[in-house]
């Protein structure tokens, strides 16, 4: 009954039961798992709970990666957030700091949750987290708001894929962004066909996004890009609310997305074989991680 596959049936099923994207979300998995609804929505709150536990670990402690390539960036952005000389406003330096402490914490071993995965983990929290401050959202807004990313994501990964290796960057931030920003929608009143349009903005923004993992670890430069991914949510979910119209409807842009992915060259698709993995230093870098390896450092 509450079952779909494409953006347009969630659409009709929001119109059919007169309910949010996120509560559609929660009686699709109720009826697939025959678990309860408190159920559903403690294990969301859970994930919520480890999103803000990884953005206070990467913000505050001195992190560094297992590689030694990343690690204290999301500190140095909040020292700077702290005494007012950001450039951007408030608001999006602590989402991108935010989004870079969970990438941080990914790197150093810590615990995240993979959203839709490992490597694009921190634009959700970044974003949504952040957002739900400022406005003075509650926990329970938020793991709402996380159903809704989770319903944008399902799609995502029923007619495209959410694969690095199979899509590029774009499948991964691009896909992680999109389910930000039907979330942050939701969470600030935004109507369903609002959150799918904030969605088609944030992928039609990274579409062609390539994979080019330095030393093929998930640091160099997946970790800044998290930091735009969440950015990118935030601004379309404002054109959405603004009213502006994607024009091409949030499927096609999927579709479009997958295409996409499908024509990006091998070398640029999660292999570290071509893109920054291949420039001079990022050789270099890769040799001496190996180096240090064999060494057993």
Avoid: W
């Amino acid at each position: 009954m509450y079952q779909f596959n494409h953006g347009y049936e969630l659409l009709e099923l929001t119109k059919k039961f007169n309910l949010p994207i996120s509560q559609i979300v929660v009686l699709a998995e109720q009826e697939k798992t025959g678990e309860d609804l408190d159920t559903i929505f403690q294990k969301m709150r859970n994930n919520l709970k480890v999103m803000k536990e990884a953005i206070n670990k990467g913000l505050n402690e001195d992190l560094k990666s297992v590689s030694g390539l990343s690690g204290g960036d999301a500190k140095k952005l909040y020292e700077r957030i702290i005494i007012g000389n950001t450039l951007s406003c408030e608001t999006m330096a602590k989402a991108a700091a935010s989004a870079l402490a969970v990438t941080e914490v990914n790197a150093s071993m810590g615990k995240i949750v993979a959203a839709p995965t490992a490597g694009s983990s921190g634009v959700i929290p970044g974003a949504l987290i952040t957002v739900a401050r400022k406005f003075g959202k509650s926990d329970d807004d938020m793991t709402r708001a996380l159903f809704t990313a989770t319903g944008i994501g399902i799609i995502i990964a029923k007619n495209a894929t959410l694969s690095g290796a199979e899509g590029g960057c774009q499948a991964e931030v691009g896909s992680a962004s999109a389910m930000a920003a039907a979330a942050l929608v939701e969470l600030m009143g935004g109507t369903a066909e609002q959150c799918l349009t904030a969605a088609s903005f944030a992928i039609m923004n990274l579409l062609g996004l390539v994979c080019d993992p330095v030393a093929g670890l998930v640091e160099i430069p997946c970790e800044k890009r998290n930091a735009l991914g969440a950015l990118n949510a935030m601004i379309c979910a404002d054109f959405a609310i603004a009213g502006m119209d994607s024009v091409i409807p949030f499927d096609e842009v999927v579709e479009a997305m997958y295409k996409v992915g499908k024509a990006i060259p091998y070398a640029l698709r999660e292999t570290a074989e071509g893109g920054l993995a291949k420039t001079p230093t990022g050789i270099r870098l890769k040799k001496e991680i190996f180096e240090k390896v064999e060494r057993g450092d």
